[in-house]
């Protein structure tokens, strides 16, 4: 059976925001006549906040916080529990202290179930704050090299960057390749995400159907090209 599997932000939505909501109205006949599954590094909250209570209880299944906390509408199907040490939350602060982005908005730290999103701007930034910190990491590649310092001083932590403006923490395995469990052989997955690269927190679960020989990974630019590219899949399949 074909299955649709969809990182949420920048893929769906625009990074940090709402559905579009022409797209919105598409998305939600396609998964009323489709399999479809989210995977997101963001809480149950911040993901029904960006893509709305409809299509988030039409998905077959979400998966929060890169796979650690799973749901079928209301229902909790499981959640993992794992505390994020005071060694790592102290060189987290360290990181934070010495970077040259001059803005600090809050929430740098943000524990999830399962996982943590560290950000230099913060999680209270506004867009226009985002769009400073993106200017900035672009110029200095300072996600990326946070998250290898971070790779190369703890073992059983991966670290990788996600979405615009944070970098998504959890132990080794309990990142978005996670979620492959919970399909049969027999189906054939369709993953659209915009971190593919193998720093961007989409990486694992695109190397795992490659990998396994699960289907297909297809990496996006935004929510346009998503929907542009989704559209040509189901006129080669149907």
Known sequence: MNKFIFDVDGTITPSRGKIDEEFATWFKTFCSTHPVYLVTGSDKPKTVEQVGTDIYNLSSRVYNCSGSEVWRGEVNIRSTTWNLPISVRRWLTSRLDESTF?????????????????????????????????????????????????????????????????????????????????????????????????????????????????????????????????????????
């Open 102 to 238: 001059p803005l600090r908005t809050g929430a740098h730290i943000e524990e999830r179930v399962g996982m943590v999103n560290f950000s230099i701007v913060g999680r209270g930034a506004t867009l226009g704050e985002r769009k400073l910190y993106v200017k900035h990491d672009t110029a200095h590649d300072e996600r990326n090299q946070i998250a290898k310092a971070f790779n190369a001083q703890f073992e059983d932590l991966i670290a990788r960057p996600g979405g615009e403006t944070g970098i998504d923490i959890s132990p080794k395995g309990a990142d978005k390749s996670q979620i492959t469990q919970d399909f049969d052989p027999t189906d054939i997955l369709y993953f659209y995400g915009d971190r593919m690269d193998p720093m961007g927190n989409d990486y694992p679960l695109k190397r795992a159907i490659i990998d396994k020989d699960l289907g297909f990974a297809i990496e996006v630019l935004d929510w346009k090209d998503t929907w542009n590219k989704l559209k040509t899949t189901l006129e080669n399949i149907e």
